[in-house]
């Protein structure tokens, strides 16, 4: 059993940056690949980025690379989400997930266990 408590979200400015954080319990933390989805308003979940969990690959949505970076610390059970140049579509409602997979992947049927998840408004 793995639980995730997501935090780090806001409000900011176009072109501002955030960083979102996942808290990690369980014991199965560091053989995960981790991954981040969002959901805006009216629009299904998307995969925003993945992580192996080694953290030696990752993977993002087209329209964030570049921009957004993830990362995590194994000896913390932590996974974050760097996001910068933030942008008004940016906004959306952030989730943590951890996959049964070791390896990364965009399809959420892969991952087992959700966050709360943790708010992102980007204003113009």
């Known amino acids: 059993q793995v639980q995730l408590v997501e935090s780090g979200g806001g409000l900011v400015q176009a072109g501002g940056s955030l960083r979102v954080s996942c808290a990690a319990s369980?014991?199965?933390?560091?053989?995960?690949?981790m991954g981040w989805f969002r959901q805006a308003p009216g629009k299904e979940r998307e995969f925003v980025a993945s992580?192996?969990?080694?953290?030696?690959?990752?993977d993002y949505k087209d329209s964030v690379k570049g921009r957004f970076t993830i990362s995590r610390d194994n000896a913390k059970n932590t996974v974050f989400l760097q996001m910068n140049t933030l942008k008004p579509e940016d906004t959306a409602v952030y989730y943590c997930?951890?996959?049964?997979?070791?390896?990364?992947?965009?399809?959420?049927?892969?991952?087992?266990?959700w966050g709360q998840g943790t708010q992102v408004t980007v204003s113009s």
């Open positions: 997930a951890a996959s049964r997979l070791n390896s990364i992947s965009g399809y959420p049927d892969d991952y087992h266990y």
């Open positions: 992580i192996s969990w080694n953290g030696r690959n990752t």
């Open positions: 369980g014991r199965t933390f560091s053989s995960s690949a």
